[in-house]
């Protein structure tokens, strides 16, 4: 994986670190939260295949959160726009 690639990580993991911190959030989003930080910072280099994957579960995981009815408005477009970079970084690692 490139250097800039895993910065971009790194800043994502600190924007979901940002989210679940917040008190206003849930505890079952707040799981979600951290196994999908989890999915995304693994720390050996795999296949591309096995990566796409991580990812693609760690989107399922923000989509869920997204739609939980017991989280504030500013937490959605909060986990929205993590779920985007998440996309973003999935197709670049194609």
Avoid: C, G
Avoid at 1 to 6: A, D, F, Q, S, T
Avoid at 29 to 49: D, H, M, P, S, Y
Avoid at 53 to 73: G, H, K, Q, V, W
């Amino acid at each position: 994986m490139k250097e800039e690639m895993r910065e971009e990580i790194k800043e994502l993991t600190q924007e979901m670190d940002d989210v679940a911190n917040d008190q206003d959030v849930p505890s079952n989003v707040r799981e979600k939260l951290e196994k999908a930080q989890e999915l995304i910072n693994k720390k050996t280099e795999e296949e591309v295949e096995t990566q796409n994957l991580d990812f693609t579960r760690a989107i399922y995981l923000m989509n869920e959160s997204a739609e939980d009815i017991n989280i504030p408005m500013h937490t959605r477009t909060d986990i929205m726009n993590i779920t985007s970079k998440l996309e973003k970084i999935k197709e670049n690692i194609k």
